[in-house]
């Protein structure tokens, strides 16, 4: 496969995190940086959450929830419980597992440490050897503007209202005065960089916060690493979550060729599932045609050493 140097992947929660982990289980730990969305961040109970953060770092630590998808392996739910008996908000599920890591961070950013110390100290306690890199120390909140005029924090429309809004459009607030992580910046610089994968994540909620960031698109397009993109669209489907319906409710047509058109200034490559393999001859830059569904840990493997098979040849 020929990568022995530096390796960054952009991600959002769930569906990047399976790729995330293929990559982790391929690579070195060490060749590995994982770029993370801090957009769906928020306060809950007095408590600053990052709900991509943590799938990512839960997912390489091997303690995901993987039947629910979210949260910490056999987590226990005596809080929640007992906020519900006394009454309190129980839409957005706190486990006890996690509550201890929402705690500490939020106790750790009132010390004054910034979110990739927190972030570094998060994996050394969890034992991930791979980089995990928030996209910046400061805060940016994405917004839902739904067609009847709410503008609504992502997690209320995603968790609260289970994605029943139709989508107008996303506002990254806080983004054009926030600074990219310096970590990126010089990762990006870095000659020992030698590929760059966007994950297959939520394009308007999940990649996009990252490029809104004053400086880190122009630095992604600078970097002499090839980018190369893996469809979060399936045979006209989203694997997981609401993409496919925010794309038909921007009118975006519900196909990977859109995502591959929405990423194009950046990128060197393109990846697409077996089952779109009649779409490769409509792209505009190389494709690569091969299984994107990732359902079992082998999946994961597979399509990482494919993707990076497929980077090295763009080199």
């Given at each position: 496969m020929g990568f022995e140097k530096k390796v960054l992947c952009l991600s959002g929660g769930i569906g990047g995190a399976k790729l995330a982990l293929g990559l982790y289980r391929t690579l070195k730990p060490s060749q590995l940086s994982i770029l993370s969305n801090t957009g769906d961040d928020f306060e809950h109970f007095g408590l600053h959450i990052s709900p991509d953060l943590d799938t990512v770092m839960y997912t390489l630590a091997g303690e995901s929830n993987i039947e629910q998808g979210w949260g910490r392996a056999n987590e226990t739910w005596t809080f929640m419980e007992q906020m519900r008996r006394l009454g309190g908000n129980s839409w957005f599920n706190l486990g006890d597992g996690d509550l201890a890591i929402h705690m500490r961070r939020t106790q750790m950013l009132a010390e004054g440490k910034s979110l990739q110390a927190i972030a570094n100290e998060f994996c050394h306690h969890l034992g991930v050897n791979a980089t995990l890199l928030p996209m910046s120390n400061d805060p940016v909140r994405t917004r839902v503007t739904t067609g009847e005029g709410e503008d609504l924090m992502f997690q209320h429309y995603l968790v609260r209202d289970m994605a029943e809004h139709v989508v107008q459009s996303f506002n990254y607030v806080g983004a054009a005065e926030a600074q990219a992580n310096p970590e990126l910046l010089a990762l990006l610089q870095d000659p020992d960089l030698e590929a760059i994968i966007i994950c297959p994540s939520n394009p308007y909620v999940s990649i996009d916060p990252i490029l809104a960031v004053p400086g880190v698109r122009d630095a992604l397009k600078a970097c002499q690493a090839p980018i190369v993109a893996v469809s979060p669209i399936v045979g006209g489907q989203a694997i997981k979550g609401p993409l496919a319906k925010m794309m038909s409710e921007l009118q975006v047509p519900v196909k990977a060729l859109s995502i591959a058109e929405y990423y194009d200034d950046l990128l060197a490559g393109f990846v697409l599932d077996t089952s779109d393999a009649e779409?490769?001859?409509?792209?505009?830059?190389?494709?690569?045609?091969?299984?994107?569904?990732?359902?079992?840990?082998?999946?994961?493997?597979t399509l990482a050493q494919t993707v990076l098979e497929f980077t090295s040849g763009l080199r």
């Open positions: 779409l490769a001859a409509d792209l505009q830059m190389p494709g690569l045609v091969t299984n994107t569904v990732m359902l079992s840990l082998q999946d994961r493997e």
